[in-house]
């Protein structure tokens, strides 16, 4: 469990930073809190032959509410969502998601943009992404463009990232952030989530007029369900177990050694319930559970 | 010659002395150690669970940056393995140093690639092709078992190392004339002490000498000179074991390893120091694994509940190979022995079979099939319990052990000596708060949550010696420890053991007991252990018996040592040497405290002054002694544990609410240091009960291995803990000290399956029988007690 060789770079600017990118791209990876990144070294899943590190580039870590929006640098540590006053007022899912990202000393390091680049299919801010109609932004020598989360997300491990590209920050849309819910299953605290569910709603006239649910861990990307979304909008008595039922009757999980796939719909039953209800009982969802 | 005043130490909260030194990372481990021009290497590893080996390419290694060697089977041919029980009927296995024509696990070391550092050593070690050829692979016991089942070794019958069987005379009868029956199979997952640090070695020679030097993690430096000795066919005189600080053992490093033997062979090729530093991956697959036990068990039972005769049948899966120095019988053995547990049973009839199968091979864990033997029988006096409709409290107070039952010979033969069973299960209630968990569970029922208490007792043997180990038919009997005591021209002492200290706070223990013999203050004591060159021989550290074994020893040698001190300063004092008191920093005359040598002034004058000395005494304050705990049978421990779960309906999750305690190891020494251990344990025991599982393919490949895919608990799953102490002095021991490193970890499978099983007991019945307890199996058994059917 030690790395290959590799070659290590320290850009100061963004500019040099894509410029070396441009030019070692297919052999390069970025390397941001380290925290995916160093595993995948030590147990030589990836074996790349330059190892770019963006800590000491300026201005990936700042967090702004603009209109509608809420943008957050690739850079910013899920430790600062945790705690950022912004994150806490516009985008309150996010601030809850954030403290279900491993534990402590992993969140003093790791990024957002580290975790959606990474795009480990039972990560948490793919599923915030998806849930507040989010958008990625990505910075290459040849611009800048910005990308739905729904495009973003392809497969395991898998983005429209292209190799020359970078994380320059995600974008959340507050219309569905006032009424929301979030609610995982982790074998232990800090674990990554067996089965994760965000639900965020947009309200008119007191009524939920849209919904968007989001989940975690049962499939090779971060998936909505419609349906379960069309059982929240208008919110019948029933809404949220109608909407339990539809994600667990819409998903097709794989087996593996943490659990297989029946439990894992039930977990989806369980989770959906559970962040619907949050969802249902207003602004403030409560004591974390889980 | 013993006037000694109270003890100043034995029995006080002394903090533990070596975690200043740990905390603040001056410890001193063997990846810290690098001598002049050492070497680092790299195992390549079987990725097939069986197999003949075609080939292996090494050229392309061989050739790779800095590498000096790439060492293959044949090279180390002419060395292996073996570990032979003197059962009859024991199948011996052989397990190579490298693999030669045969692979019988994932993980089993192929080939062995040496350069200047790790890094370049792993690089090459990827360029080292395995051509090996798929054998059907033995995954599970019944597999195994199979008459049609291949032998997995060159002539073997059958696929067991061994099958015993042991029968009391009346055991037919009784259970023809009970009333009633229960039968229980049980299931507990495969797992592992984890240690924080991974096995590690530094191997060296010295051509001019042939003297060889291991540093290595393990808990036993004499006894991995002694297998190195036989592997190596080199005298004992010519091996040094250093055991630095080890980061953990738990058991798994109570055992000589084949890369301990290859690097030692690696350096002597060589002429080169050679270092291995295991990863945690290789951690998981060539390591020892632990636990994997199924036990069916049958009680036979009158109609007010008290046992007539129990039945049990055992099978351990021992993995590929027999190991040094226990053998493959160990944990059928300790099972068949302690299964009757603390209760009143007098027939017993029991076959256990240790099985040979196509995983990594088997060694100790921290309480050595007790946690089995105790999920078993505590299984099923809750079984027991159901079937009568009894209180779960009231059947075991009906059928354990009291005071005039001792000492009692359990229907295995085991002779216990002492215990306090029922009082410890009352202490614990109380501890516990039963009846308040009680109501909070009536309360939690109402508001539908799913909330149960659990609860265990057991007996332990610890410190068992000769008369144990002889009947195990282990290559060595682990009869004894030693200890050797010295004081210096300045009046400090050091003191040497056999033992090793990597956790139980040995180098803190075994001060308190020196500096009360010596009449010393605790700086004044300086305690060493892990160097073979320090001591001539002992067992180590396992099976809860350093403090009580080691105590003994150092007890011995400290008042030999301070023997002579009477002596001399009787001598210089004119006075009689049974009037002698040795005391805080002084030996005086009992009853003119003026009359007085200070300590450090006589150990000057002892050595710097020898013509003060009295005809016929040597000017030498050094002891050497060592000490059994005759008679060898052991001094039983016992402890009682009372938990609460609460369980998620909707996922299965199980969290332990609340766990509690009473444990009796006799005096203690120090009862920080007692309690350390106790709440270690418990959180190693939550492990088993919950978390913790080797899993393995049908074709023999391991799915568990990185931390994420096999689950220790951490901070967040240890509950509100409360632990208490009952002592009853062994007869048998010096001070009536008891061994307890092991205890905690031997009860929490079974009272949290006991707290599960509880707490669904209201939808339904549901017989809660297989470890570890993960979230899908308690849904499992909930959907069971629903009766729905619609279990995942
Ligand atoms: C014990 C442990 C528990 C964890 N638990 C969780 C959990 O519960 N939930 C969870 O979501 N995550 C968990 N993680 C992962 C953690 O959240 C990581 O922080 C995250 O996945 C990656 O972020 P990073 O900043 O560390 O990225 P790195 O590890 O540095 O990089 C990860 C990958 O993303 C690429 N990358 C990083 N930043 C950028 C960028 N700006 N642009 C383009 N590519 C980029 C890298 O090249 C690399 O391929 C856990 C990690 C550990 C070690």
């Given at each position: 469990?030690?790395?290959?060789?590799?070659?290590?770079?320290?850009?100061?600017?963004?500019?040099?930073?894509?410029?070396?990118?441009?030019?070692?791209?297919?052999?390069?990876?970025?390397l941001?809190?380290?925290?995916?990144?160093?595993?995948?070294?030590?147990?030589?899943?990836?074996?790349?032959?330059?190892?770019?590190?963006?800590?000491?580039?300026?201005?990936?870590?700042?967090?702004?509410?603009?209109?509608?929006?809420?943008?957050?640098?690739?850079?910013?540590?899920?430790?600062?969502?945790?705690?950022?006053?912004?994150?806490?007022?516009?985008?309150?899912?996010?601030?809850?998601?954030?403290?279900?990202?491993?534990?402590?000393?992993?969140?003093?390091?790791?990024?957002?943009?580290?975790?959606?680049?990474?795009?480990?299919?039972?990560?948490?801010?793919?599923?915030?992404?998806?849930?507040?109609?989010?958008?990625?932004?990505?910075?290459?020598?040849?611009?800048?463009?910005?990308?739905?989360?729904?495009?973003?997300?392809?497969?395991?491990?898998?983005?429209?990232?292209?190799?020359?590209?970078?994380?320059?920050?995600?974008?959340?849309?507050?219309?569905?952030?006032?009424?929301?819910?979030?609610?995982?299953?982790?074998?232990?605290?800090?674990?990554?989530?067996?089965?994760?569910?965000?639900?965020?709603?947009?309200?008119?006239?007191?009524?939920?007029?849209?919904?968007?649910v989001?989940?975690?861990?049962?499939?090779?990307?971060?998936?909505r369900?419609?349906?379960?979304?069309?059982?929240?909008?208008?919110?019948?008595?029933?809404?949220?177990?109608?909407?339990?039922?539809?994600?667990?009757?819409?998903?097709?999980?794989?087996?593996?050694?943490?659990?297989?796939?029946?439990?894992?719909?039930?977990?989806?039953?369980?989770?959906?319930?559970?962040?619907?209800?949050?969802?249902?009982?207003?602004?403030?969802?409560?004591?974390?559970?889980? | 010659?013993?006037?000694?005043?109270?003890?100043?130490?034995?029995?006080?909260?002394?903090?533990r002395?070596?975690?200043?030194?740990?905390?603040?990372?001056?410890?001193?481990?063997v990846?810290?150690?690098?001598?002049?021009?050492?070497?680092?290497?790299?195992?390549?590893?079987?990725?097939?669970?069986?197999?003949?080996?075609?080939?292996?390419?090494?050229?392309?290694?061989?050739?790779?940056?800095?590498?000096?060697?790439?060492?293959?089977?044949?090279?180390?041919?002419?060395?292996?393995?073996?570990?032979?029980?003197?059962?009859?009927?024991?199948?011996?296995?052989?397990?190579?140093?490298?693999a030669?024509?045969?692979?019988?696990?994932?993980?089993?070391?192929?080939?062995?690639?040496?350069?200047?550092?790790?890094?370049?050593?792993?690089?090459a070690?990827?360029?080292?092709?395995?051509?090996?050829?798929?054998?059907?692979?033995v995954?599970?016991?019944?597999?195994?078992?199979?008459?049609?089942?291949?032998?997995?070794?060159?002539?073997?019958?059958?696929?067991?190392?061994?099958?015993?069987?042991?029968?009391?005379?009346g055991?037919?009868?009784?259970?023809?004339?009970?009333?009633?029956?229960v039968?229980?199979?049980?299931?507990?997952?495969?797992?592992?002490?984890?240690?924080?640090?991974?096995?590690?070695?530094?191997?060296?020679?010295?051509?001019?000498?042939?003297?060889?030097?291991?540093?290595?993690?393990?808990?036993?430096?004499?006894?991995?000179?002694?297998?190195?000795?036989?592997?190596?066919?080199?005298?004992?005189?010519?091996?040094?074991?250093?055991?630095?600080?080890?980061?953990?053992?738990?058991?798994?490093k109570?055992?000589?390893?084949?890369?301990?033997?290859?690097?030692?062979?690696?350096?002597?090729?060589?002429?080169?120091?050679?270092?291995?530093?295991?990863?945690?991956?290789?951690?998981?697959?060539?390591?020892?694994?632990?636990?994997e036990?199924?036990?069916?068990?049958?009680?036979?039972?009158?109609?007010?509940?008290?046992?007539?005769?129990?039945?049990a049948?055992?099978?351990?899966?021992?993995?590929?190979?027999?190991?040094?120095?226990?053998?493959?019988?160990?944990?059928?053995g300790?099972?068949?022995?302690?299964?009757?547990?603390?209760?009143?049973?007098?027939?017993?009839?029991?076959?256990?079979?240790?099985?040979?199968?196509?995983?990594?091979?088997?060694?100790?864990?921290?309480g050595?099939?007790?946690?089995?033997?105790?999920?078993?029988?505590?299984?099923?006096?809750?079984?027991?319990?159901?079937?009568?409709?009894?209180?779960?409290?009231?059947?075991?107070?009906?059928?354990?052990?009291?005071?005039?039952?001792?000492?009692?010979?359990?229907?295995?033969?085991?002779?216990?000596?002492?215990?306090s069973?029922?009082?410890?299960?009352?202490?614990?209630?109380?501890?516990?708060?039963?009846?308040?968990?009680?109501?909070?569970?009536?309360?939690?029922?109402?508001?539908?949550?799913?909330?149960?208490?659990?609860?265990?007792?057991?007996?332990?043997?610890?410190?068992h010696?000769?008369?144990?180990?002889?009947?195990r038919?282990?290559?060595?009997?682990?009869?004894?420890?030693?200890a050797?005591?010295?004081?210096?021209?300045?009046?400090?002492?050091?003191?040497?053991?056999?033992?090793?200290?990597?956790?139980?706070?040995?180098?803190?223990?075994?001060?308190?007991?020196?500096?009360?013999?010596?009449?010393?203050?605790?700086?004044?004591?300086?305690?060493?252990y892990?160097?073979?060159?320090?001591?001539?021989?002992?067992?180590?550290?396992?099976a809860?018996?350093?403090?009580?074994?080691?105590?003994?020893?150092?007890?011995?040698?400290?008042?030999?040592?301070?023997?002579?001190?009477?002596?001399?300063?009787?001598?210089?004092?004119?006075?009689?040497?049974?009037?002698?008191?040795?005391?805080?920093?002084?030996?005086?005359?009992?009853?003119?405290?003026?009359?007085?040598?200070?300590?450090?002034?006589?150990?000057?004058?002892?050595?710097?002054?020898?013509?003060?000395?009295?005809?016929?005494?040597?000017?030498?304050?050094?002891?050497?002694?060592?000490?059994?705990?005759?008679?060898?049978?052991?001094?039983?421990?016992?402890?009682?544990?009372?938990?609460?779960?609460?369980?998620?309906?909707?996922?299965?999750?199980?969290?332990?609410?609340?766990?509690?305690?009473?444990?009796?190891?006799?005096?203690?020494?120090?009862?920080?240091?007692?309690?350390?251990?106790?709440?270690?344990?418990?959180?190693?025991?939550?492990?088993?009960?919950?978390?913790?599982e080797?899993?393995?393919?049908?074709?023999?490949?391991?799915?568990?291995?990185?931390?994420?895919?096999?689950?220790?608990?951490?901070?967040?799953?240890?509950?509100?803990?409360?632990?208490?102490?009952?002592?009853?002095?062994?007869?048998?021991?010096?001070?009536?000290?008891?061994?307890?490193?092991?205890?905690?970890?031997?009860?929490?499978?079974?009272?949290?399956?006991?707290?599960?099983?509880?707490?669904?007991?209201?939808?339904?019945?549901?017989?809660?029988?297989?470890l570890?307890?993960?979230?899908?199996?308690?849904?499992?058994?909930?959907?069971?007690?629903?009766?729905?059917?619609?279990?995942?």
């Amino acid at each position: 469990m030690k790395p290959p060789r590799f070659a290590y770079h320290a850009p100061r600017t963004l500019p040099e930073l894509l410029e070396t990118l441009n030019e070692t791209a297919d052999e390069a990876v970025v390397l941001a809190g380290g925290q995916s990144l160093l595993p995948m070294l030590n147990l030589r899943l990836a074996a790349p032959s330059h190892v770019i590190d963006l800590g000491r580039v300026p201005g990936l870590d700042s967090i702004a509410s603009t209109n509608g929006s809420v943008e957050v640098g690739a850079m910013v540590t899920h430790y600062r969502m945790e705690t950022d006053a912004v994150v806490a007022a516009s985008v309150p899912l996010a601030r809850r998601a954030a403290g279900y990202v491993g534990y402590r000393a992993i969140r003093n390091r790791g990024t957002v943009g580290g975790s959606v680049a990474h795009a480990d299919p039972a990560a948490e801010w793919p599923i915030v992404l998806l849930a507040l109609d989010g958008e990625v932004g990505l910075a290459s020598v040849r611009g800048w463009r910005s990308i739905t989360a729904e495009d973003f997300f392809e497969s395991v491990y898998t983005t429209a990232k292209r190799p020359d590209e970078i994380v320059t920050s995600l974008r959340f849309s507050t219309r569905c952030a006032h009424r929301w819910g979030f609610s995982e299953f982790q074998r232990r605290t800090g674990d990554f989530a067996t089965v994760a569910v965000a639900v965020a709603c947009a309200v008119e006239a007191g009524e939920i007029c849209e919904a968007r649910v989001a989940i975690a861990g049962v499939a090779d990307r971060p998936v909505r369900c419609r349906e379960a979304e069309a059982a929240l909008v208008g919110g019948s008595a029933t809404a949220a177990a109608d909407a339990a039922e539809a994600a667990s009757d819409s998903v097709d999980p794989i087996s593996d050694i943490h659990g297989s796939s029946a439990f894992r719909k039930r977990l989806v039953h369980a989770e959906t319930l559970r962040a619907a209800r949050q969802a249902f009982s207003a602004n403030e969802a409560g004591a974390r559970d889980g | 010659m013993t006037t000694e005043g109270a003890p100043r130490f034995f029995g006080a909260r002394v903090p533990r002395r070596q975690d200043d030194r740990l905390l603040r990372g001056d410890g001193r481990y063997v990846a810290d150690i690098n001598p002049a021009g050492v070497l680092a290497a790299k195992f390549v590893r079987s990725h097939e669970a069986h197999a003949t080996v075609a080939s292996l390419d090494i050229e392309a290694a061989a050739a790779a940056e800095s590498v000096k060697a790439v060492f293959v089977g044949e090279d180390f041919a002419g060395t292996e393995m073996r570990c032979v029980s003197s059962y009859l009927g024991f199948q011996e296995s052989a397990q190579p140093i490298l693999a030669v024509d045969r692979v019988r696990h994932v993980g089993e070391a192929l080939a062995m690639v040496v350069a200047d550092n790790e890094y370049l050593a792993e690089d090459a070690s990827e360029l080292v092709v395995a051509h090996l050829d798929p054998l059907p692979t033995v995954v599970d016991i019944d597999t195994a078992l199979d008459a049609g089942c291949a032998p997995l070794h060159p002539g073997w019958q059958h696929n067991a190392f061994v099958r015993r069987q042991i029968e009391t005379y009346g055991f037919g009868d009784t259970c023809s004339a009970a009333p009633h029956r229960v039968s229980i199979e049980l299931h507990n997952g495969r797992h592992s002490g984890i240690p924080m640090e991974n096995r590690a070695c530094v191997a060296e020679h010295d051509p001019g000498t042939g003297r060889f030097r291991l540093h290595t993690t393990t808990q036993i430096p004499h006894l991995v000179r002694a297998g190195l000795s036989w592997a190596l066919g080199v005298p004992e005189s010519l091996i040094q074991v250093i055991a630095p600080d080890v980061g953990g053992g738990f058991g798994v490093k109570a055992q000589l390893y084949p890369e301990e033997v290859a690097c030692c062979l690696a350096a002597r090729r060589l002429g080169r120091p050679v270092k291995w530093v295991e990863d945690r991956r290789e951690h998981f697959v060539a390591a020892h694994h632990s636990r994997e036990h199924r036990h069916t068990v049958t009680g036979y039972f009158d109609d007010d509940g008290t046992i007539l005769a129990l039945e049990a049948d055992i099978a351990v899966d021992m993995g590929a190979y027999s190991v040094f120095p226990w053998t493959a019988t160990m944990d059928g053995g300790m099972a068949m022995g302690i299964l009757p547990g603390p209760y009143r049973i007098r027939e017993y009839s029991v076959a256990s079979t240790s099985v040979c199968t196509n995983k990594t091979p088997y060694g100790a864990y921290r309480g050595v099939a007790r946690p089995a033997a105790c999920f078993s029988i505590e299984r099923l006096l809750d079984q027991i319990a159901r079937h009568l409709g009894v209180d779960r409290v009231e059947i075991r107070n009906r059928n354990l052990l009291s005071e005039g039952d001792y000492p009692w010979r359990s229907p295995s033969g085991l002779v216990y000596d002492s215990g306090s069973l029922l009082e410890s299960l009352d202490a614990v209630l109380e501890l516990g708060d039963h009846e308040g968990l009680l109501k909070r569970q009536a309360d939690a029922r109402a508001a539908g949550r799913l909330v149960g208490v659990g609860l265990a007792v057991f007996t332990e043997q610890t410190a068992h010696t000769t008369q144990e180990f002889k009947q195990r038919g282990v290559p060595i009997v682990f009869g004894y420890e030693t200890a050797k005591v010295r004081l210096d021209a300045s009046g400090t002492a050091v003191v040497s053991a056999s033992i090793h200290d990597h956790g139980q706070g040995l180098e803190t223990t075994l001060a308190q007991v020196a500096a009360d013999r010596l009449g010393l203050d605790l700086e004044q004591i300086r305690v060493e252990y892990g160097d073979t060159e320090q001591v001539a021989y002992g067992a180590g550290t396992f099976a809860s018996r350093s403090a009580v074994l080691a105590g003994g020893a150092v007890t011995k040698a400290a008042d030999a040592v301070a023997d002579t001190l009477r002596l001399v300063a009787a001598h210089i004092l004119e006075a009689a040497p049974e009037d002698m008191v040795v005391e805080s920093g002084r030996v005086s005359v009992a009853g003119s405290p003026n009359q007085f040598l200070n300590t450090s002034e006589l150990c000057r004058l002892i050595y710097q002054r020898p013509e003060r000395l009295p005809e016929g005494v040597e000017p030498c304050l050094e002891a050497s002694r060592t000490y059994d705990a005759h008679p060898g049978t052991g001094a039983y421990t016992n402890a009682a544990h009372l938990a609460s779960v609460e369980i998620d309906p909707l996922t299965g999750k199980s969290r332990v609410l609340s766990y509690a305690v009473v444990e009796d190891c006799g005096p203690m020494i120090n009862p920080t240091i007692v309690e350390g251990q106790i709440f270690g344990g418990v959180a190693q025991g939550i492990g088993t009960a919950l978390f913790e599982e080797f899993l393995y393919d049908q074709a023999g490949q391991p799915l568990s291995t990185t931390f994420a895919d096999y689950l220790v608990p951490v901070m967040s799953d240890i509950p509100d803990f409360r632990v208490a102490h009952l002592q009853t002095p062994s007869p048998h021991t010096i001070g009536g000290l008891k061994g307890m490193g092991e205890g905690g970890a031997i009860a929490p499978g079974a009272v949290i399956a006991s707290a599960v099983e509880d707490a669904l007991s209201h939808l339904g019945t549901v017989t809660v029988n297989r470890l570890p307890l993960t979230p899908e199996r308690v849904l499992g058994y909930i959907d069971a007690a629903n009766g729905s059917g619609a279990s995942s």
